[in-house]
């Protein structure tokens, strides 16, 4: 691709150069022919720290193009500091149009949701990782690990959630919740809360997973089976709530306590900012017809 | 090696384990060296010797966990069928290893996970082998628990608040639940006082005759070699250098250096 003239001068567009372009894609493509594996990038340094999304980075820096519309969003939200400055960080190195709105995206990174509204076969969301080793907790060395993943000997997944029930009663992982990818391969969602998992099931949206310290690419292609580890008699649940969203009164989206006084006062709303903003709209439109 | 019990077994039965020439070198040095053996279902067979004699190198080659540098382990697993244990794909030999085998460590901290409870412990073969009821594992769990002597109060304790002859005998349950019909056992009463030690002796000599499970145990400890062994291994330097039935290489030893090992044993 040209360099082009509308982004910051001494730059590449989208920041990386090319070969490094080049060199993620492949990975990207290995990632989505086989689905969940972990496939090792030369992952460059970014004008970022680590933990705040080197990784989904470097793969939205990859695959964005100038026609591209770009939605970043942090825990839901589209206005947090992760967020915002990512995003303003491809207005400037890649001069995309970007967006809140999730239906006017084609791509969107994500930091630890997926957006309530149901992705389209024309979108691709791109995840920050921190942990891509699912097997990490029960099994620290990276040799095993592979080999683990390369025999499908994933026990020790169900020794994880065996552990939860004997001493809670019920499986208390509520986020980074193991999945199995089309039956093959054990993956680590991202730090997602579970109640996001069902979604990643058959997505018609391409998911691709970057992780920046630990240098992995993975990936889901579209309509891809995503099933939750569980147990028979302990069956995979997701987080409910008492409560709808203070703001638009949905009940069936993602909430965030927040904490509004010191006397305990608190409140709930929707982790997905878009999603409670568009029915707040359309709430108000109705009232005022 | 001269031994052969071939000619005294009836019928068509072939040997559990069947090795030939087996060595493992260290570069130049000698682990273990042209050791050969048949061993048949429900045998115990004793290996024993000073440190350094090689026991723990035989032990690791044999049970699959180091590839050795000559020779061949033949195994006749539950199906009847006969396989070269180093010639099968990696992920078949590990299939065999968790359904057939089972390995008793020294110490407990390197067969037990420290972290997960006892019950996990017991319950992570089973999972392995596509158990996924959580009901059915625990009472497996617990029942194994039961044979193995440990309260089943204890089922959701760690292993390190256990005792070492707790973790040891936790160990044990761990291979045993999914019915291995070979165990492995690398000096099993190590580091445990004798009172436990004769316990958990007890327990084995039970649990193998009840299960028929041959069992190759290194020991460098002769009162647990004829406690528990049918047959006996003297290894020094790498070499079998007698091996017969227990009894008789303890009381009539032939080579020097058994006899030095048997008269160097304290008589209480």
Partial sequence: MRPSDDTLAGYNFAYLDEQTKRMIRRAILKAVAIPGYQVPFAGREMPLPYGWGTGGIQVTASIIGPDDTLKVIDQGADDTTNAVSIRRFFATVADVATTEKTTEATVIQTRHRIPEKPLTEDQILVYQVPIPEPLRWMEARETETRKMHALEDYGVMHVKLYEDIAHLGRIATSYDYPVKVNGRYVMAPSPIPKFDNPKMDRMPALQLFGAGREKRIYAVPPYTRVDSLDFEDHPFEVQTWDHACALCGSTESYLDEVVIDDQGGRMYVCSDTDFCGDRQAAQAQEAAE | ?268
């Fill in chain 2, 1 to 268: 090696m001269p031994f052969d019990q071939n000619t005294a077994t009836p019928g068509d039965e072939r040997p559990l384990l069947r090795v030939a020439g087996l060595a493992r070198h260290y570069g130049d040095r000698i682990g273990c060296t042209d050791v050969s053996f048949d061993l048949w279902p429900g045998e115990v067979l004793g290996i024993v010797g000073e440190s350094g004699s090689g026991k723990t190198t035989l032990l690791n080659t044999l049970s699959a966990r180091l590839d050795p540098t000559a020779g061949r382990i033949e195994y006749q697993t539950r199906d009847g069928e006969v396989v070269d244990v180093y010639g099968l794909s990696e992920p078949r030999r590990r299939m065999l290893v968790r359904t057939e085998w089972g390995i008793v460590h020294q110490n407990p901290r390197d067969g037990l996970r420290m972290a997960v409870s006892a019950g996990a412990n017991i319950g992570e073969r089973l999972m392995a082998l596509g158990a996924r009821h959580y009901g059915g594992i625990r009472d497996q769990a617990i029942d194994w628990m039961g044979r193995v002597e440990i309260k089943e109060e204890r089922v959701d304790d760690l292993p390190r608040t256990f005792s070492g002859g707790m973790q040891q005998r936790l160990q044990i349950a761990r291979n045993l639940v999914t019915g291995p019909r070979l165990m492995f056992m690398d000096e099993p009463t190590g580091g445990l006082d004798v009172s436990v030690q004769a316990r958990l002796l007890d327990l084995l000599r039970t649990l193998v005759g009840e299960m028929g499970l041959s069992v190759i145990l290194v020991t460098h400890d002769l009162a647990v070699a004829r406690l528990l062994a049918h047959r006996l291994m003297v290894m020094k330097d790498g070499r079998v250098v007698e091996h017969g039935l227990t009894d008789q290489v303890l009381d009539d030893p032939h080579h020097p250096y058994t006899q030095l090992l048997v008269s160097s044993v304290l008589q209480v």
